[in-house]
């Protein structure tokens, strides 16, 4: 439901306005974060990361309350807010590199990017591939030669589509090891990371493909064993033990940003306000932690930058989908 909004101004005073600059309209009270996927994977932990922190910081009026709108990959929530959060300013939508994907590939169906506003980036989650704790797989070499002996010889799942941004780490991964037939490697779809993982740890799948922060809690119980991570070098800190793809041979790096998008037919001022929280957020302390403590670098652009960012990311992951036989 859409909510109204006040504006800092008051009319009585255009004095105050113009020796205050720009005036930005504020949520009146609670908003909301749409998470595109079930409780439990990488879209959910950005909206209840994001609203905690907001609330911590006082950086929003009222509560945050996260809703989870899942199915298709994004789709499902994408279409909701087109057809009915038009103009709501009280709304945000987590989103990443899996959203510019479907859309580059155009699988939301009639979602086109400039349908929503592109908010902000607030960090990178890096891709990753895993096994459960008594695979028979020691490194992503053993994974990957399994697969060029017998591409259906290996099953992956993950929280994204077929064709998305999880199952296509994979397939860049297959190509570098010398993989020929990508269209037999068996992906399988489910609704979020932790679901994917779940099936992973119930023996109904040799391997799971996604993100760090969706796979930690598994790593710290000692359920799951990562294999590689898709990122330039070594993570810091904690994470320094997991080797990279490129330092086994596959050069692919898959940096999975977490971030931000609008309604379409929000205000100028409602979407500067948004950009300007968000970034205050970003260099606070209390985000740094959050982002230390679940695996995610630094990686931020917001407003104009990350509309030209999720415009030029668009345009790269639409020719390599094509290159890879996804765009029918």
Request: charged share 20%; net charge negative.
């Amino acid at each position: 439901m859409q909510k109204t909004l006040r504006s800092l101004a008051l009319a009585s005073l255009p004095l105050l306005t113009l020796l205050s600059g720009p005036v930005l309209a504020i949520p009146e009270g609670k908003t909301e974060c749409i998470a595109p996927a079930k409780p439990g994977g990488g879209w959910d932990f950005t909206c209840r990361s994001v609203a905690r922190t907001l609330q911590e910081l006082d950086l929003i009026p009222g509560g945050m309350q996260t809703i989870n709108i899942a199915g298709a990959s994004g789709g499902v929530a994408f279409s909701h807010v087109r057809a009915k959060r038009q103009g709501d300013e009280d709304t945000i939508v987590a989103a990443s590199t899996a959203t510019t994907t479907r859309l580059a590939q155009r699988r939301y169906a009639q979602g086109k990017a400039d349908q929503v506003r592109w908010a902000a980036a607030l960090g990178a989650d890096y891709g990753i591939i895993a096994v459960a704790k008594d695979s028979p797989y020691a490194t992503l070499t053993e994974l990957l030669d399994a697969l060029e002996q017998d591409p259906g010889s290996v099953s992956f799942s993950g929280g994204d589509v077929a064709g998305g941004f999880d199952h296509l780490k994979v397939l860049m991964s297959a190509r570098k090891a010398g993989v020929e037939e990508l269209r037999d490697i068996k992906y399988l779809a489910f609704d979020s990371g932790s679901v994917a993982i779940t099936q992973l740890l119930g023996g109904h799948i040799d391997a799971f493909t996604g993100d760090l922060s969706e796979a930690l809690g598994f790593v710290k119980s000692g359920d799951l064993r990562l294999l590689a991570v898709f990122s330039e070098e070594r993570l810091p800190g904690e994470f320094s033990g997991i080797p990279t793809a490129r330092e086994q041979g596959i050069d692919v790096i898959a940096p999975n940003w977490r971030g931000f998008y609008l309604p379409g037919g929000i205000s100028d001022e409602s979407y500067q306000w948004w950009v300007d929280n968000l970034d205050t957020l970003y260099a606070s302390e209390a985000w740094k932690q959050v982002m230390q403590d679940n695996g995610l670098l630094p990686f931020h652009k917001s407003g104009e930058d990350m509309t030209q960012f999720v415009n030029q990311q668009i345009q790269d992951i639409r020719e390599l989908s094509d290159t890879l036989g996804l765009i029918q």
